[in-house]
């Protein structure tokens, strides 16, 4: 490997890890609940852009869809203002996939850790 490609990954990491600890410092536990939007879906049905937000104690809603692209390394799409995750297939509940793999990045390690963080629909 070259030294670019080895500061890319390392930086890549740190990036992962930086998103992780705002994730876990600032807006969700064990048990949280992460709300998925469907912001759109594919003219063949196969991907959907999905933004995942979290209701803190005092009612106020947080989007955390940049944090958890990060932490996921997934892609990015912003349209129409709003910041969502593509997630490519079809067959299954894409946004408790994509909560599912958010669990299991955080609370990687703990038993069951998928399933720590719980997915609900808006």
Excluded: P
Aim: aromatic share 8%; hydrophobic share 35%; proline share 0%.
């Amino acid at each position: 490997m070259t030294t670019s490609t080895l500061s890319n990954a390392a930086q890549a990491r740190q990036d992962r890890d930086y998103a992780c600890e705002q994730l876990l410092t600032h807006y969700v536990s064990e048990g949280s609940r992460v709300y998925t939007i469907l912001r759109h879906v594919s003219s063949s049905g196969m991907s959907r852009d999905i933004s995942l937000v979290i209701a803190d104690s005092d009612g106020s809603i947080s989007d955390i869809t940049y944090y958890a692209a990060a932490a996921m390394n997934n892609r990015l799409i912003e349209r129409n203002n709003n910041r969502a995750i593509r997630v490519n297939g079809c067959g299954m509940d894409m946004g408790f996939h994509l909560v599912y793999n958010l669990s299991s990045v955080l609370f990687h390690g703990q038993d069951r850790a998928g399933y720590i963080l719980k997915q609900e629909w808006l």
